[in-house]
T-cell receptor
Framework: GQSLEQPSEVTAVEGAIVQINCTYQ??????LSWYQQHDGGAPTFLSY????GLEETGRFSSFLSRSDSYGYLLLQELQMKDSASYFC???????????FGGGTRLMVKP | NAGVTQTPKFQVLKTGQSMTLQCAQD?????MSWYRQDPGMGLRLIHY???????DQGEVPNGYNVSRSTTEDFPLRLLSAAPSQTSVYFC?????????FGPGTRLTVL
């Protein structure tokens, strides 16, 4: 089966940098995605890593190490609007199935 | 483009009732999927489809049926609702690694 682990909650201050880790166990691994979800809203796509290394998109970066079954999401210059839940998700089964972790609730304080 | 739309937004059912959750997308995406999200948890894949006429089971398919007669529509049927199916249901569509989610249907089964 598939399993993903990420911290349940992280707190940081405005302007800081925060890293959300994700470890996974899966078969047929294709890639690791990250999604953001505000309370009451739908998940929105942030990033996707298929190969080892760092992908940067504005203030957000995502890292993958396939050999360690590990990835992280890095959020820089935190803003209040970044307060949300962040989910890592593994894409497998020929790219047809997305399995989500339990989510990390990020609280950004002034 | 409306993106991914879902109806209804809210629904209350009694145990044993059946109903269909509607999902439509206007982005011509081949891939569509249904997830459920329970409080404080990640999303779990119920069923998915890689194109019209093709459906497959996800992680938690029991108690749900799907069909895909057109590219645009992917309805989810609850055959005989149970309290354990109380959840928020999200439909998503995709053409690559990014999934676009609908606004969700909040379902309560009494």
């Amino acid at each position: 089966g598939q399993s993903l682990e990420q911290p349940s909650e992280v707190t940081a201050v405005e302007g800081a940098i925060v890293q959300i880790n994700c470890t996974y166990q899966t078969s047929g691994f294709y890639g690791l995605s990250w999604y953001q979800q505000h309370d009451g809203g739908a998940p929105t796509f942030l990033s996707y890593n298929a190969l080892d290394g760092l992908e940067e998109t504005g203030r957000f970066s995502s890292f993958l190490s396939r050999s360690d079954s590990y990835g992280y999401l890095l959020l820089q210059e935190l803003q209040m609007k970044d307060s949300a839940s962040y989910f890592c998700a593994v894409l497998n089964n020929a790219g047809n199935m997305l399995t989500f972790g339990g989510g990390t609730r990020l609280m950004v304080k002034p | 483009n409306a993106g991914v739309t879902q109806t209804p937004k809210f629904q209350v059912l009694k145990t044993g009732q059946s109903m269909t959750l509607q999902c439509a997308q206007d982005m011509n995406h081949e891939y569509m999927s249904w997830y459920r999200q329970d409080p404080g948890m990640g999303l779990r894949l119920i069923h998915y489809s890689v194109g019209a006429g093709i459906t497959d089971q996800g992680e938690v398919p029991n108690g749900y049926n799907v069909s895909r007669s057109t590219t645009e529509d992917f309805p989810l049927r609850l055959l005989s609702a149970a309290p354990s199916q109380t959840s928020v249901y999200f439909c998503a569509s995709s053409y690559s690694r990014e999934q676009f989610f609908g606004p969700g249907t909040r379902l309560t089964v009494l």
